[in-house]
T-cell receptor, first 116, second 113 residues
Framework: GAVVSQHPSRVICKSGTSVKIECRSL??????MFWYRQFPKKSLMLMAT?????????EQGVEKDKFLINHASLTLSTLTVTSAHPEDSSFYIC????????????FGPGTRLLVL | KQEVTQIPAALSVPEGENLVLNCSFT??????LQWFRQDPGKGLTSLLL?????REQTSGRLNASLDKSSGRSTLYIAASQPGDSATYLC????????????FGTGTSLTVIP
């Protein structure tokens, strides 16, 4: 149990386009989901926290208009990178948490974004 | 803001050796600390979770300790194997800001057969 999926696993897009990444909790209801990004050979950086049905809370330095997060249901959160640029190329990972699991977060497999 | 540091950044050991990975954090007001493993290009696999009230956790060949007052945790790997080669990340969850994780910089481990 406690499986989190991400789609797509890999995406290549042209500069200026928008890309949507989905994060799904497959077998549990996630009240909170987190979005991280990871640069090559660097650690994960928390981007934002999203609670189902409310606006996401963004970390300092993360542009909310650039990275749109929607958590419309208890099993799905989406991250949309708007008007993507090459510097947005990164590895994006989501995690999900549910009260039944206490404070344990379950991580998705990640999405690699390459903006040309 | 919480800052998490891991030393060493990279480690190469021969198979069979016992090894210790270190993690330090600046704010001792944590909720819990977790050690993860990440294989190249992959997501994270949780290894051990230590609550702030606990001193250590063990799973198989892995043992993690936590000294909250000094802001330190160690991950001990016994009898290392080539399959242990990966990047190991520690993360702490804040006790007063939504409990999201702050990740360390990672230790890249290579176990040589």
């Amino acid at each position: 149990g406690a499986v989190v999926s991400q789609h797509p696993s890999r995406v290549i897009c042209k500069s200026g386009t928008s890309v949507k990444i989905e994060c799904r909790s497959l077998d549990f209801q996630a009240t909170t989901m987190f979005w991280y990004r990871q640069f090559p050979k660097k650690s994960l950086m928390l981007m934002a926290t999203s609670n189902e049905g409310s606006k996401a809370t963004y970390e300092q330095g993360v542009e909310k208009d650039k990275f749109l997060i929607n958590h419309a249901s208890l099993t799905l959160s989406t991250l949309t990178v708007t008007s993507a640029h090459p510097e947005d190329s990164s590895f994006y990972i989501c995690s999900a948490r549910a009260p039944v699991f206490g404070e344990t977060q379950y991580f998705g497999p990640g999405t690699r974004l390459l903006v040309l | 803001k919480q800052e998490v540091t891991q030393i060493p950044a990279a480690l190469s050991v021969p198979e069979g050796e016992n090894l210790v990975l270190n993690c330090s954090f600046t704010d001792s007001a944590i909720y819990n600390l977790q050690w993860f493993r990440q294989d190249p290009g992959k997501g994270l696999t949780s290894l051990l979770l230590i609550q702030s009230s606990q001193r250590e956790q063990t799973s198989g060949r892995l043992n993690a300790s936590l000294d909250k007052s000094s802001g330190r945790s160690t991950l001990y790997i016994a009898a290392s194997q080539p399959g242990d080669s990966a990047t190991y990340l520690c993360a702490v969850s804040a006790s007063n800001t939504g409990k999201q994780f702050y990740f360390g910089t990672g230790t890249s481990l290579t176990v040589i057969p």
